[in-house]
Nanobody, 125 residues
């Protein structure tokens, strides 16, 4: 399984970005997916997660109300729409696949076993 994240860039505070995560393989639709981010000198933190069927999403309190998450299982792709960006959203963003089909969504990096390469998001004030 390979995950390819894209869509990062440099924006001003208040603007929007849309990240995509394209997955290889035939089992994409069977797994919950997550997004995490890591700022310099900080630990990787949970951003959002979506169930395998796209019906339920979960967000960190820091992004709730500003970010939305969706997926297209026909295209093996997950989309993270980020609105109202703030300088504190600056980080490398990673998509990840849950390690088990049986587990629920998780906020913990240890519960994901496939990771994309990351895409840089920089928000200037």
């Amino acid at each position: 399984v390979q995950l390819q994240a894209s869509g990062g860039g440099l924006v001003q505070a208040g603007e929007s970005l849309s990240l995509s995560c394209a997955a290889s393989g035939r089992t994409f639709s069977q797994y919950n997916m997550g997004w995490f981010r890591q700022a310099p000198g900080k630990e990787r933190e949970f951003v959002a997660a979506i169930t395998w069927n796209g019906l339920t999403t979960y967000f960190a309190d820091t992004v709730k109300g500003r970010f939305t998450l969706s997926r297209d299982n026909g295209k093996n792709t997950v989309y993270l729409q980020m609105n109202g960006l703030k300088p504190e959203d600056t980080a490398v963003y990673y998509c990840a696949r849950r390690s088990s089909m049986l587990g629920g969504v998780s906020r913990y990096p240890k519960d994901y076993n496939y990771w994309g390469q990351g895409t840089q998001v920089t928000v200037s004030s």
